[in-house]
């Protein structure tokens, strides 16, 4: 079974919003979303440790917000005043407290199979 299951990307204009969910199927002290555009690396998007705040990278600080339901065992990532390079393959990640103090995607062991953003100027 998928420890991570994602939904809600699409394509959306410069300057609109969208909602991407993660329902998650485990408890991990380490949750996040990864984002990769076509020829880059897999990039930090944000996290959050259990018990703490989230953190974000600093090209989406102030337009994306991550959120979770416990009572829904769901992941948000709400993402407003999107921009043409936020254009990617955007992936709900989770691990352990090591993977919330590095932010190295290889060390988060769980992945969703992503959902593609695309964002048109």
């Known amino acids: 079974q998928a420890q991570l299951v994602e939904s809600g990307g699409g394509s959306v204009q410069a300057g609109g919003s969208l909602r991407l969910s993660c329902a998650t199927f485990?408890?991990?002290?380490?949750m996040g979303w990864f984002r990769q555009a076509p020829g880059k690396e897999r990039e930090w998007v944000t996290t959050?440790?259990?018990?703490?705040?989230?953190t974000y990278a600093g090209p989406v600080k102030g337009r994306f917000t991550f959120s979770q339901d416990n009572t829904k065992n769901t992941l948000y990532l709400q993402m407003d005043s999107l921009k043409p390079e936020d254009t990617a393959m955007y992936y709900c990640?989770?691990?352990?407290?090591?993977?919330?103090?590095?932010?190295?995607?290889?060390?988060?062991?769980?992945w969703g199979q992503g959902t593609q953003v695309t964002v048109s100027s």
């Open positions: 990640a989770a691990g352990g407290s090591v993977a919330c103090f590095s932010l190295r995607f290889t060390d988060f062991p769980y």
């Open positions: 485990g408890v991990y002290d380490c």
């Open positions: 959050i440790h259990v018990g703490d705040l989230p």
